[in-house]
């Protein structure tokens, strides 16, 4: 018997029992549409990591910190001058001992500190980072229109605001603000300029003063900057660009501060001239380390294969080093489970649309036993009955496959659009359907329909003719 004949006689069974056959087939688009859902929104975590690595530097940044420095921000005071130098800072003659090394395509050092800002009756605290102009054009950012990157020839200190920025700023008058009262502070971030004090612990020892001549603690005020009366000084700093998005929006760089390394550099030893700037390490005598001191070195490797054998030549040199392809490694095996879950969750309602494919065909021999005896006796080959009733399982998998995945299609939309929009705010998509993912889900689902209709075709082969003809 010829594929044609057979593929006529399978479509025409199905059409023969369109309400078995319809039930049959939802059966299968339910299953299919479920396991592809399922493995979509394990699939979106992992687009939304990869969209969060790329904009953190991609698979070749290499992020190297001081070594036994108490980190970022925290201020060391050796109890020696001979133990601080054995600590491991990242100054500007470790850059270019970074840049001299093999494999590295760039390596630039990274400046956080932490500053108030002032402007009419709002007041919050900021993080800047400070970072050289290549820095800056590696992170790639996103600015609203007219915005651009600081001008590093200008005296002044131009800054990039996140577009999250304005959530630290609240009413001095009530001390409330976005997150308790849902208001955006009134400043224009493009267009205002902004008080900044970086001198924070003399601005807060300003606003609460303690009993005269003794801290809260009751030791003496002599210590440290020493007695201060006046207020710090406040400079005034303008917007060069502000990150594209609203303040709910969220992104990698949505709540930073950019500015320019050098400038900012200048800005805080003009204003902590003679004193240890905070963050900044200190000697055994509470003076200034004879060399500023970086928060980080952002490195970008000449190839990703080549990141692994970096990463070990700077923790031989005695540095930290952290790398995206470390993090993409441990994610991928927690969203490997995640989806092997997912998975499984949506499998189990194929599993069902199995047995439901595999009754139907059970039904379908016992209501053509006389045909199937008849075309035994005129001289059809068992293959070709077999085929035959496999041929409508992979049917029915085929169809539901294909309307499960325009189903599944319809449920991603709607879940990315409820999920971006209103009060969930979730960034990107949360559900994300690769082609792979469709043309694999039509497959499995033939290949299930298929598998159930293996034994009631078997069935099918072991009527013996004359009985078969014989059935009412």
């Known amino acids: 018997m010829r594929w044609s004949d057979l593929l006529r006689m399978s479509v025409s069974s199905l059409r023969r029992r369109k309400l078995r056959t319809f039930l049959t087939v939802l059966g299968v688009v339910i299953g299919t549409a479920s396991i592809v859902v399922m493995i979509s929104l394990g699939l979106g975590m992992q687009e939304a990591m990869y969209e969060e690595v790329a904009e953190n530097g991609g698979t070749t940044a290499i992020t190297v910190t001081g070594k036994d420095s108490w980190g970022v921000g925290m201020m060391y005071t050796g109890s020696s001058s001979g133990q601080e130098e054995s600590k491991k800072y990242i100054t500007d003659e470790v850059i270019e001992e970074l840049r001299a090394l093999e494999h590295v395509r760039s390596a630039q050092p990274v400046l956080n500190v932490s500053a108030i800002g002032l402007k009419g009756r709002y007041q919050g605290y900021l993080d800047i980072t400070g970072m050289t102009p290549e820095g800056l054009a590696e992170l790639d950012l996103n600015l609203k229109d007219g915005g651009k990157l600081p001008d590093p020839d200008s005296n002044e200190l131009q800054m990039v605001y996140g577009n999250a ?47 005269a001549g003794m801290s809260d603690s009751g030791e003496s005020t002599d210590s440290g900057s020493g007695n201060r009366t006046s207020a710090p000084k406040k400079y005034v700093v303008k917007s060069s660009g502000v990150i594209a998005g609203g303040i709910d929006e969220y992104n990698m760089n949505s709540a930073n501060i950019y500015c320019d390394l050098d400038t900012l550099k200048s800005y805080l030893q003009k204003e902590f001239r003679g004193r240890v700037i905070p963050g900044q390490p200190s000697t055994a005598g509470g003076k200034p380390y004879s060399k500023f001191v970086y928060s980080m070195a952002k490195i970008q490797a000449d190839d990703m294969e080549n990141v692994e054998e970096l990463s070990n030549t700077i923790r031989v040199l005695g540095y930290n080093v952290s790398t995206n392809i470390e993090y993409i490694d441990s994610m991928k095996k927690q969203f490997a489970l995640v989806q092997a879950v997912l ?105 299930v329909g298929t598998a159930a209709g293996y034994f009631p075709a078997r069935r099918a082969m072991r009527l013996s003719p004359l009985a078969a003809i014989r059935n009412e």
């Open 165 to 211: 920025v304005l959530m630290n700023f609240y009413d001095k008058g009530t001390m409330k603000g976005y997150w308790d009262t849902g208001e955006v502070p009134d400043i224009d971030l493009e267009k205002d300029s902004i008080f900044l004090i970086f001198d924070t612990d003399g601005y807060q020892a300003l606003q609460n003063p303690p009993s």
């Open 343 to 447: 998975g499984g969750i949506g499998a189990v309602s194929l599993l069902v649309a199995a047995i439901g494919i595999a009754n139907t065909m059970m039904m379908s021999i016992y209501e053509r036993t006389k045909e199937i005896g008849v075309m035994k006796v005129i001289g059809c080959g068992l293959k070709n009955i077999r085929q035959m009733f496999l041929l409508e399982a992979a049917f029915i998998g085929l169809a539901g496959g294909i309307i499960g995945n325009i189903l599944s299609l319809i449920i991603s939309v709607v879940i990315n659009v409820l999920t971006s929009s209103g009060n969930l705010g979730v960034p990107g998509n949360i559900s994300h359907i690769p082609v792979w993912l469709l043309i694999s889900a039509v497959g499995f689902a033939m290949l």
